[in-house]
T-cell receptor, first 115, second 113 residues
Framework: DAGITQSPRYKITETGRQVTLMCHQTWSHSYMFWYRQDLGHGLRLIYYSAAADITDKGEVPDGYVVSRSKTENFPLTLESATRSQTSVYFC??????????????FGDGTRLSIL | DQQVKQNSPSLSVQEGRISILNCDYTNSMFDYFLWYKKYPAEGPTFLISISSIKDKNEDGRFTVFLNKSAKHLSLHIVPSQPGDSAVYFCAARAGGGADGLTFGKGTHLIIQP
């Protein structure tokens, strides 16, 4: 089934560990995004990518690394996890047409707890 | 500083009535506005959008109104149904570039039978 999938759905790790959250989309959308959702903050943009090998920082990029070697994958890595990175992480993708960029479509999220 | 504000954390509406969710923004560069609906343990689902060149967009029971001079938009749901109970996020995008969306904090809509 076409769509956007995130893995794992739930993850518990310890401070200082490296953890990678995966995002895969089957639409061949050009744009992909990572957001985090925290209580009282709505969703905040971490990183985004306009195409393979093109990435840029969003509002809250510190402590995160991304890569995009293939159009369909956009992994997010926490190189040394901290408790403040406990959050729900959402990946999204969108396409750009002659009518302008289309709405972003979201995965179901990864709930990450850092002890 | 919050650029997209949803000042009502929650809203309770009787089934069959109209639900009106409000959103204010401060950034004049926003040119595209969206509403998303979110159920627990799921990702946000796109509902409806509006470009800054329009003042109204309708899709079935959902209508979004944009008042650029007031920097205000609203989502109307008529009639409200039990399945509409969810958290609704207002989001905005600035023109140009490949940057992402700026979200409000969300409004929890509760439809009462």
């Amino acid at each position: 089934d076409a769509g956007i999938t995130q893995s794992p759905r739930y993850k518990i790790t310890e401070t200082g560990r490296q953890v990678t959250l995966m995002c895969h989309q089957t639409w061949s959308h050009s744009y992909m995004f990572w957001y985090r959702q925290d209580l009282g903050h709505g969703l905040r943009l971490i990183y985004y990518s306009a195409a393979a090998d093109i990435t840029d920082k969003g509002e809250v990029p510190d402590g995160y690394v991304v890569s995009r070697s293939k159009t369909e994958n956009f992994p997010l890595t926490l190189e040394s996890a901290t408790r403040s990175q406990t959050s729900v992480y959402f990946c999204a993708s969108s396409e750009s047409t002659w009518q302008g960029r289309q709405p972003q479509h979201f995965g179901d999220g990864t709930r990450l707890s850092i002890l | 500083d919050q650029q997209v504000k949803q000042n009502s954390p929650s809203l309770s509406v009787q089934e069959g009535r109209i639900s009106i969710l409000n959103c204010d923004y401060t950034n004049s560069m926003f040119d595209y506005f969206l509403w998303y609906k979110k159920y627990p343990a799921e990702g946000p689902t796109f509902l409806i959008s509006i470009s800054s060149i329009k003042d109204k967009n309708e899709d079935g029971r959902f209508t979004v109104f944009l008042n650029k001079s007031a920097k205000h938009l609203s989502l109307h749901i008529v009639p409200s149904q039990p399945g509409d109970s969810a958290v609704y996020f207002c989001a905005a995008r600035a023109g140009g570039g490949a940057d992402g969306l700026t979200f409000g904090k969300g409004t929890h809509l509760i439809i009462q039978p």
